[in-house]
């Protein structure tokens, strides 16, 4: 065996750890004074220990691994393996996607139109968002994403995913999907294009119901809520609304709040968040913003509505606002703080978790409805169609942290359909969804019977017969 001597260790690692030695000297040297060691002495030295032990890998990488590494590369590396160690919501951004999720959260950007998350060590869709390429493909939640293009998505990271997802508007990219369902693969071809979401859409069901439909909470969500709201009212006669949260995933918190004031009269907490440190703890308060405070509302919910939707369902709900309609909802109650970084990179780092008014954390357990309805979907036989297990936070995190036997399965090699019975008719991807579809939805149904059953605006019990 080679005798090969101890790497030095270079100077910009050791100023690295150079402030973590002051900091422990000091502490040695009050200590040695007054006889003792204090708590904070103690931590400060073994944060020093681990910190040399880290600059001792680093040093060894850089001078003997196979291939010669850049300290950028290590160090990119090293904060997304910690960032690993956490939970699924945080990551490290590099400078390109860092200002793709800056245009994202202003409600237009280039891509295929999901939601994304890490589900068994590969991508998978929380939900797609209407009206974008990847819902007419017709990708459905829970979904995994096994390779994008020929690159297999197995411990890839999600803003890896994103990076090689977006691309150039108007070309092609492969993915390769896996569907728990049918437990096969198939590949699906989707041409990329500028995703400009108009997350609010609205209609009146009947003479007097409205329907107001959001399907992401970005920049001016609230304000575009606000103008169908105030056209249904006030020139169509709107006297109740089902509101529709259904596979939404989230967005801006400052836009779940604003559209939640629209229905609340002032001074009611719409939602708190708690963290460990001051600035991450605060309150949002409503102010009667909207003045949509006189007549009957019903929330739609299902597995599909994370983070911000959830936000507005558990205002309504714990305010008695409305009823809420539908299934369990994600259960994304968690805070991501992004900040820039000085090279130009971000982080986007969970910093806080949401609470409901009625003081219940919303992460890992989701909004319970009031009335719980499955979808029941139907081909073109009248047959049901068999849907796949929904997949929530608390999946995710069991999954994350190991904690799980029972994985959502496991991707299987492609095999070719078989040609033999009826041809189902071709998708037209040019074509976007209606706004709701009464006759074939019977969550949608169940809403507008429930609604209809209301008698003010505020509801103190679930009415008999629902």
């Known amino acids: 065996m080679e005798n090969h001597q101890k790497p030095p260790i270079k100077k910009a690692l050791f100023k690295f750890t150079l402030w973590m030695l002051a900091i422990a000297m000091v502490g040695f040297s009050i200590g040695a004074a007054i006889g003792f060691r204090t708590p904070a002495q103690a931590q400060a030295?073994?944060?020093?220990?681990?910190?040399?032990?880290?600059?001792?890998?680093?040093?060894?990488?850089?001078?003997?691994?196979?291939?010669?590494?850049?300290?950028?590369d290590l160090a990119v590396g090293a904060i997304k393996g910690l960032l690993k160690?956490?939970?699924?919501?945080?990551?490290y951004m590099d400078t390109e996607i860092y200002k793709s999720r800056k245009q994202e959260t202003a409600g237009k950007f280039g891509g295929l139109g999901i939601e994304i998350t890490v589900m068994d060590s590969y991508i998978g869709i929380v939900s797609p968002i209407e009206g974008t390429p990847a819902d007419r493909a017709g990708l459905q939640s829970g979904d995994l994403i096994v390779k994008i293009e020929d690159a297999t998505t197995k411990d890839m990271y999600l803003v890896e995913a994103v990076k090689r997802m977006r691309g150039k508007i108007g070309t092609k990219i492969k993915i390769t999907v896996f569907r728990e369902k049918t437990n096969k693969t198939f590949d699906v071809e989707i041409i990329r294009a500028l995703i400009q979401i108009k997350s609010v859409k609205s209609a009146m069901i009947d003479d007097e119901t409205g329907y107001l439909r959001i399907?992401?909470?970005?920049?001016?969500?609230?304000?575009?809520?606000?103008?169908?709201?105030?056209?249904?009212k006030d020139k169509k006669g709107m006297k109740r609304l089902v509101l529709d949260l259904r596979n939404n995933p989230g967005g801006l918190l400052k836009q779940a709040v604003d559209v939640s004031d629209l229905f609340l009269e002032k001074g009611h907490t719409i939602v708190s968040t708690r963290g460990r440190t001051?600035?991450?703890?605060s309150r949002f308060q409503s102010n009667k913003w909207g003045g949509f405070t006189d007549f009957p509302m019903v929330v739609l919910q299902n597995a599909g509505s994370a983070s911000?939707?959830?936000?507005v369902a558990g205002a309504m709900k714990d305010l008695k606002r409305g009823l809420i309609v539908g299934q369990r909802s994600f259960g994304k109650g968690s805070v991501q703080t992004i900040r820039?970084?000085?090279d130009g990179s971000g982080l986007s780092l969970t910093t806080a978790r949401y609470y409901t008014p009625a003081d219940i954390m919303i992460h890992g357990i989701g909004i319970e409805p009031h009335v719980s309805v499955e979808l029941i979907l139907t081909d073109e036989d009248g047959e049901k169609i068999e849907l796949p297990k929904p997949v929530r936070e608390k999946d995710l995190m069991e999954?994350?942290?190991?904690?799980?036997e029972a994985p959502l399965g496991k991707p299987k090699v492609k095999e070719k359909p078989k040609k033999e019975g009826k041809k189902k008719k071709k998708r037209d991807l040019t074509k976007s969804r209606k706004i709701f579809d009464l006759e074939k939805d019977n969550q949608l149904q169940k809403a507008l019977e429930v609604v209809k059953k209301l008698t003010g605006p505020y509801v103190e019990k679930i009415p008999e017969g629902v």
Request: overall charge negative; hydrophobic content about 30%.
């Open 85 to 91: 160690t956490l939970d699924p919501h945080s990551s």
């Open 278 to 281: 001051p600035d991450q703890n």
């Open 340 to 342: 820039q970084l000085s």
């Open 399 to 404: 999954r994350f942290n190991g904690d799980s």
């Open 215 to 232: 399907t992401t909470f970005s920049q001016n969500t609230a304000r575009d809520a606000r103008i169908k709201l105030e056209e249904m």
């Open 45 to 72: 030295s073994t944060s020093y220990d681990e910190l040399r032990v880290f600059a001792e890998v680093l040093a060894l990488i850089q001078n003997y691994y196979v291939e010669e590494k850049t300290t950028k």
């Open 308 to 311: 911000a939707s959830e936000i």
